[in-house]
Structures are given as C-alpha cells and as structure tokens.
C-alpha cells in the first residue's frame, strides 16, 4: 500500500507571517502586528502601539501580498494539490465589529484563490491563525467576550457565502490548545486577552511578562469551542459539501522513565495539551477528565455545564482533524531533568532524538506513532498532517545554490514515517508542509528560521530584495508529489 491516489500533497502558510502589507486596502491591526522579533534565547515582545523605529516582522513578512501569483506558480511547479493559507480576520474586518466587510480585502483572496484553481491546486483555509483584529482585543478583551463569538461568526460566514463554490476545506482556528500549552502566547495569539496594564505599557514587553489570569483564558478557550462549532453548523448550512477540521498543536510526549509516576505524569499532560482541546471539536463534548483537570487549576468550570453551549458543541463537530507536528518530548516528575530551551512548548529532553538549532527534538517516529494514536482515539474521522517542517538556517552559495541536505533529510524521514502510518491503517488524507516558502517565524519572529524549498531574500536586519529562488528541497519536494510519495531518494 501506499499513499492513497487523490492524496494532498501541498504546503502551509499563515496571513501573518507572508503576507506583509499591513496597512494596505483597509486592512486593520491585528495581534501579531504587535508583535516584534526575537531569537531562540529572547522571546518575543509585545508593544501596544506602532512605533516608526521599531521592526515589526509582520509588517512587510514576505511580502506576499504582492508576491502571490509568482509564489502560486513556484507551488504549481512544484506539483501541489493543495495550498494551506489563513485569512487575516483584520482585512476582511478591520476593525472587527465593522458593518460591512472590506471588499478590498475580500477581493485580494477572491484572486488567491483563483490563482490557486488555474493551477488546480485545492485551497485549505485557516479562519483564524492568531489574525484576530486587534481592535477586538481592546475593546472586547477578544474570545474572554462572548460578543466575540458573533463576531467571528459574522466574519466566517462571510468568507464561507463569498467562496462557498470555490473553497472545500476549512479551518476554524489555527493550533487551539497553544492556549493551554502555553500560557502567555496563548492569551495574546489565540484568544486574544491582554489585560488594560499590558495595553497601556509604554515599552514592549517580554512574552513571558504578560499578566495571565487563568480563568479568563479557560473561559475564553471555551468560548472559542462554542465559536468554532457554530461555524461548522452554520457552515454546513452555506454549503452541506463543506468540510471544516479542527487544527491542533500536537505535541507527543514519552515517559523519560519507566517510573510509574513518570508514566502517569505523561498522561495527565497528554490529557490536558493534546487531547481536551480535540475531543471537544470532534467528539462533541469535553471529555471526562476535563472537569477535575481544571479545577485543580482552580478555575471554576460554571461555564461546562451551560446546557445552550453543550447543544452547540454536539451539533457542531468538525468534518476531519488536522494538526502540525514538529517535535516529540519526554515528561518525568524528576525536576532536575535536563529542560528544553523552548518558553512555548518546553518539556524534558529525550536521549535518544537529535535536536533542530532552535531545541525542536527530530521524530520521525513519533509522527508514525501519534497518527496511530490519532487513528484510534477518533475513529471513522479522516486525518490531516497540516503542519510539519525543519526551521534551520540556509546558506547562499556564490552561485545562488542553496544546498539543504538537511531538511530533505527531515522531510524524507518524516514522509517514510506518514507512509508507515498509512499502511499501519491510519486514514490519513494529505500533508501540507510547513513555510513551502521561507516567512517569519511565530515563535521567535526571525526571518533567519528558514523553513522553505523557497528562498526569500529577506532578513532580520530588514534588508533584502524579497526575490524567490529554489533550494535544493524544491527538485525533491516535486519528485516526492511526482510519484505519489514513492520516490523519496
Ligand atoms: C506552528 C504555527 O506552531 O508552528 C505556525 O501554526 C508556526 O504559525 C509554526 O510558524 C512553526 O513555528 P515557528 O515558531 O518556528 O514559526
């Protein structure tokens, strides 16, 4: 057996981190706007304001926006069925609780998408990678507001009226458990809560520093669910043939030990990071351990027996789930165990896995396991991978070469594992790579975390021409599509 015939070969962006023209076409703030660069030792920082001698990352990322038909026709060239890309809330409603959506903005994605369907290409569209307009987080303290919920839903449902012939596949937010995983990034990308303190600092500060109040983020979180499987109802309302996934972090962790308080540790953070947030969106519900698990964390969990939300969550379960995958850790109750240096995900290291520059532990097998995993937990629910790739720094040669061996490594290793998985039974229906083009990291907001089989000359410094050429990963990355994942030499 082998990859099955209409598989979605492709590759996965966010509107945040290409697309650049930030002010452009009406468009409004949203919350990685705010957001300026740091490196794997600094976190980013937050700043309230826009200030003229400041580098915000986002503010021109790769420039996609007027890249977009070169950028599709490298992807075409590379053979994808399927291209992943978000759409920036804040340009379709600038300021989030607007009348009437931007037609500017409306329009640049009416031409995103056609350019994609010349090409025959499949658009996947994430409704929300972290583009909540930052206009909804400062005067309705963003998801904490259950008016946020109507908002979200008037911007969905506008998408979904306006491609519903020309759009199948869809996402309702990017990575939902970052706001259990980690805390502070969380409140500010996917829930949009940052407290007036934080809003009327005068100097950025440190990710880290950010005020978070647990039951505000929870709550939130919650009212996220109620968001996302409204839009799948009244998705399907749009258009029956619509299928909308949910999209998770998945973060695979092994015991570092075979102490039995390892293994239950392992499960518990398994429960909270991995699997709430999921069981919600495919199963309907919050799954048994939900209840206890937050009030060990002292939230006070009212809002999990409102029986209005229950209905909604049941009725709104999602068509497929998706998630990325990066890394795999270990967990041990041992505290002296060596940590990873990662402030969003951390977790222990494991001995046996190498490590990308950034500390992101490489497991091919961990991606064949967490499908089989994923498999069984919800059975009969098709699977995407829609995320995964190797962030390593890439060298020009004189002769413009750009030789990386070492992300075809990753990659061919990561797709043998998917293979493995596939033939194991798992039902598992595409993989869009993550950056097929570089852009700026999330995490770090670094242009110099290259991810893709495309080369932008763009750099942290803020210099560069935003030209495209091709590293040795495209000619592979086509072979790879070209043979139905066959060929992986
Ligand atoms: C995922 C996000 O967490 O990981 C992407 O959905 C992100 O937005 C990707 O870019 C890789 O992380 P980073 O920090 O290397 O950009």
């Known amino acids: 057996m082998a990859f099955p015939k209409n598989f979605l070969w492709g590759g996965a962006t966010a509107a945040n981190q290409c697309e650049g023209a930030f002010l452009d076409d009406g468009k409004g703030l949203s919350v990685p ?44 060239e590379m053979g994808f069925k399927c291209f992943r890309f978000s759409i920036n809330w804040a340009r379709i409603f600038p300021n989030g609780d607007d009348a009437d959506p931007n037609e500017a903005g409306l329009k640049f994605y009416d031409n995103l998408i056609d350019e994609c369907k010349k090409y025959g290409i499949e658009p996947l569209v994430t409704l929300c990678h972290y583009e909540i307009p930052f206009a909804i987080v400062k005067k309705y303290h963003g998801f904490y507001n259950r008016k946020t919920i ?43 809560i940052i407290q007036d303190e934080d809003l009327n600092r005068s100097e950025p500060c440190k990710f880290d520093e950010l005020k978070d109040v647990p039951q505000e983020r929870i709550q939130a979180l919650h009212n996220e669910f109620v968001a996302s499987a409204k839009a799948v109802i009244e998705g399907h309302k749009i258009n029956p043939e619509f299928k909308i996934g949910c999209m998770l972090c998945h973060v695979t962790r092994y015991p570092l ?22 069981d919600v969106q ?19 969990t009212a809002f999990m027996d409102d029986e209005e939300d229950k209905k909604i969550l049941r009725a709104g379960t999602v068509d497929f789930y998706t998630f990325s995958f990066y890394m795999t850790n270990c967990v041990t109750v041992d505290e002296n165990a060596e940590r990873i240096n990662d402030s969003m995900i951390g977790g222990v290291k494991n001995p046996y896995l190498k490590s990308s520059d950034w500390g992101w532990q490489i497991d091919p097998d961990g991606l064949r396991w967490t499908l089989n995993k994923l498999a069984s937990r919800y059975p009969n629910t098709p699977i995407m991978v829609v995320e995964n790739g190797f962030g390593a720094f890439d060298k020009v040669e004189d002769d413009g070469a750009i030789h990386d061996d070492y992300r075809i490594s990753y990659f061919r290793e990561h797709i043998r594992a998917m293979r493995d998985a596939v033939n194991d039974g798992v039902p598992l229906i595409g993989y869009t790579t993550w950056g097929p083009i570089d852009l700026v990291s999330a995490g770090t907001g670094q242009y110099a975390k290259r991810y893709g089989f495309i080369y932008v000359n763009r750099h942290d410094d803020g210099t560069g021409d935003f030209s495209r050429s091709r590293k040795n990963s495209f000619f592979w990355y086509k072979k790879v599509i070209s043979s139905n994942g066959e060929n992986l030499e």
């Open 33 to 76: 706007d705010m957001l300026l660069g740091g490196d794997v030792n600094t976190p980013r920082t937050f700043c309230p304001t826009i200030e003229k001698n400041r580098f915000y990352p986002s503010h021109q990322a790769i420039d996609m926006y007027h890249h977009y038909k070169e950028d599709i026709a490298l992807f075409a």
């Open 150 to 192: 109507d908002l979200f839903i008037k911007y969905v449902t506008t998408c979904f009226e306006r491609w519903k012939d020309k759009v199948k596949y869809w996402l309702t937010f990017n990575e939902i458990n970052m706001t259990l995983m980690s805390k502070q990034v969380g409140n500010l990308y996917g829930v949009g």
């Open 282 to 300: 495919v199963r309907g519900a919050y799954p048994f351990f939900a209840k206890k698990m937050y009030q060990d964390m002292n939230i006070d």
């Open 257 to 278: 030990t075979p102490n039995p308080k390892d293994m239950l540790e392992t499960q518990r953070i398994d429960h909270l990071f991995n699997d709430l947030c999921a």
